[in-house]
């Protein structure tokens, strides 16, 4: 996830140590629990607004209607508040909102006022309170270029027949759409009712309470989420959408024309849900479903809480790349139930669920398999490192400094890393003491906000009991607080990927291609494409082509890892299946380093991505638009159209 820089510096209210309104077990009027604010100075998000200890919200209210003409989401926001006595104001996030008015529990006019607009963190929402003020109601509507939001046209969906909304709100995006305080640290539960045109299915992170209905020619939806959870955690989908069952609490939802391959691909989901809850404890949330969405959804998956949104380029035809959907789950704890408190703590949501996503994969596939994709990661975590910039000691952290943001710009320090750190205190600890902690964690910090030091206190008091010497072996602070990669480091078996870097060997030295190919892992295959020399003559890559028909395949993640090497050397035979790549999906893991490798090719590449950009542009979400228009600022490229794509 790529953040913002630090710019805002709330400590002054933060400090305040009012603890009037934070009541750890207290109920509002909804029922729900009340999650507290964190006051510790290593808590405070300087990627919101919102004094929460001045006055926060703990319930949130949507009454919206998706306008796909305007590109607009309107209606209303009521916020349920609590506010320290005297407070005389609460202040949201927003970035871009179009506000009608704002009014208190008594339809009361309560004065408001948007501050000057941040480009990442958009603008503070100040709204006036009086004493007895305890709801908000905000009339408003979202921005036709609202950061979370994508509208896509019939053309941009498989079945091609309607248009498909959906939102991405992690890390800071939600307050496009949604005037809230938007901070991880501040959770909300909240209910949505959703009117959308006749005909589409809208779908959210939160269970749904009752039928749907059509009324005036529209179809209107109810979610309600009765836990807290962080607001990035509330996410919306629009579209030509269908339900398969996929187990007694799991299914798939997608358009009609994916359903069939969906629901054969992750047809394991009901058991991964069962082998989670083995290693974290009980599934909380109540129902687990994926939705798959058209080929422009950014990320590989968002693990919005009953309803992982997940990409169709996971869809490889044999569940190889299901582990996406393993590592979305296992955020149903590490993310969704324990939630870092900052975005500078990523890694205790990302680390701990990469973790948890291979002990899954370990359970339903087996330990060799495993053992693959923890190789594969330290490869990865290897490449952070040696990216990381000289002049940034602190850039490879898990705990991280706002001022080395922009360091590891791909966050696999916090995934790879993180993820190494838990496997390390496994194996030093042993399994049965390590699962046994991290069960015990996840109940005493569930539906809570958690900071590195709460974590590190609690593997302190029920892990390590004061024992000098397993604290000397586990070297908890050099890895939390320190960079590059501790001496203690658990490692897979070093003959995991033998029968590969010999095949790598013998490919670079005379192109004998590998024979063993066919009974290869996707594991196997892109252990080999990433480990072969960045350069090699023409003639062995005819050779890599003719023999796997690598421009072809349908596995995503093997046609980037054969697109990048290929690029990296010139290779002209790939340029259309290049481009049909780029042009064909918009996942930021696969088109960002690809075009930036491109873009840095004056002669041979920068002319494919000029060309290639504007016709892949128009499929992109927002957030990857935004990290590859900068690179296209001398070569203008037309703005995302309404409706005039191919
Ligand atoms: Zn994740």
Request: hydrophobic share 40%; net charge neutral; glycine share 8%.
């Amino acid at each position: 996830m790529r953040l913002p820089t630090r710019l805002a510096c709330l400590g002054a209210f933060a400090l305040c140590g009012c603890h009037s309104h934070q009541p750890g077990a207290a109920r509002q009027a909804s029922g729900a629990a009340v999650a507290p604010i964190l006051t510790t100075s290593d808590a405070v998000d300087d990627q919101t607004y919102a004094r929460p200890l001045e006055a926060r919200v703990t319930h949130l209210t949507l009454d919206l209607d998706v306008d796909f003409d305007t590109h607009r989401i309107g209606g209303t926001a009521a916020l349920d508040i609590r506010h320290r006595p005297g407070a005389k104001v609460i202040v949201l996030d927003d970035n871009g909102l179009e506000i009608d008015g704002i009014a208190d529990q008594h339809r009361k006019a309560l004065p408001f006022k948007v501050g000057a607009r941040d480009p990442k963190l958009g603008s503070p929402l100040a709204v006036a309170l009086r004493p007895d003020t305890s709801r908000i109601v905000i009339t408003y509507k979202s921005a036709p270029d609202a950061g979370a939001l994508q509208w896509l046209t019939p053309q941009q969906t498989a079945g091609g027949k309607m248009p498909f909304l959906l939102s991405q709100g992690e890390a800071i995006e939600n307050r496009s759409w949604i005037p809230t305080q938007d901070s991880p640290g501040i959770r909300q539960s909240w209910e949505a009712t959703i009117r959308v045109p006749a005909g589409m299915t809208a779908v959210m992170s939160a269970p749904r309470p009752e039928q749907p209905i059509t009324e005036g020619g529209e179809g209107v939806f109810n979610f309600r989420m009765d836990h807290p959870v962080a607001s990035y955690m509330i996410a919306l989908a629009v579209g030509d959408i269908a339900f398969r069952s996929l187990g007694p609490r799991t299914g798939v939802w997608a358009e009609p024309a994916t359903l069939p391959a969906a629901a054969a691909e992750f047809s394991d989901t009901e058991k991964m849900v069962s082998a989670a809850e083995k290693l974290y404890g009980p599934y909380r949330w109540g129902r687990y479903d994926v939705l798959v969405l058209p080929p422009s959804f950014p990320f590989g998956g968002m693990e919005n809480p009953n309803m992982t949104f997940l990409t169709p380029t996971v869809i490889a035809g044999d569940k190889s790349l299901v582990n996406v959907v393993a590592h979305e789950l296992a955020h149903s704890w590490s993310g969704n139930l324990a939630t870092n408190a900052t975005w500078n703590d990523g890694w205790l949501n990302e680390g701990m669920a990469t973790y948890a996503e291979r002990r899954i994969v370990e359970a339903l596939y087996g330990e060799k398999q495993a053992d693959e994709q923890i190789a594969l990661g330290i490869d990865t975590l290897n490449d952070a490192i040696a990216a990381a910039p000289a002049g940034s000691p602190n850039a490879t952290r898990l705990h991280t400094n706002p001022k080395d943001k922009g360091a590891d710009d791909s966050g696999e320090i916090a995934y790879e890393k993180g993820s190494a750190f838990l496997r390390t205190i496994e194996a030093i600890v042993g399994r049965p003491a390590f699962d046994g902690w991290l069960k015990g964690y996840f109940n005493r910090h569930a539906f809570q906000p958690v900071t590195s030091a709460m974590f590190l206190a609690d593997i302190r008091q029920n892990l390590v009991k004061g024992d000098p010497a397993l604290e000397n072996k586990l070297m908890l602070d050099r890895w939390v607080y320190q960079s590059g990669i501790p001496t203690n480091m658990a490692r897979p078996p070093a003959d995991t990927f033998a029968d590969q870097d010999k095949a790598v060997r013998a490919f670079a030295t005379r192109s004998a291609v590998p024979g063993g190919w066919g009974s290869w892992t996707t594991d196997e295959r892109l252990r080999f494409l990433n480990r072969l020399p960045r350069k090699l003559p023409t003639s062995a890559l005819d050779a890599l082509q003719s023999s796997f028909r690598l421009n072809e395949s349908r596995n995503s993640e093997v046609r980037f890892a054969w697109l990048d090497l290929a690029v990296a050397n010139r290779y002209d035979p790939v340029v259309p299946s290049l481009q049909q790549f780029l042009t064909s999906q918009g996942r930021g893991k696969f088109v960002e380093p690809l075009f930036k490798r491109l873009a840095a090719d004056a002669a041979w590449g920068a002319p494919i991505a000029r060309r290639t950009y504007p016709l892949a542009r128009r499929r992109y979400h927002p957030v990857v638009t935004r990290a590859l228009d900068p690179i296209f600022v001398d070569n203008p490229t037309p703005k995302a159209s309404k409706n005039g794509s191919k």
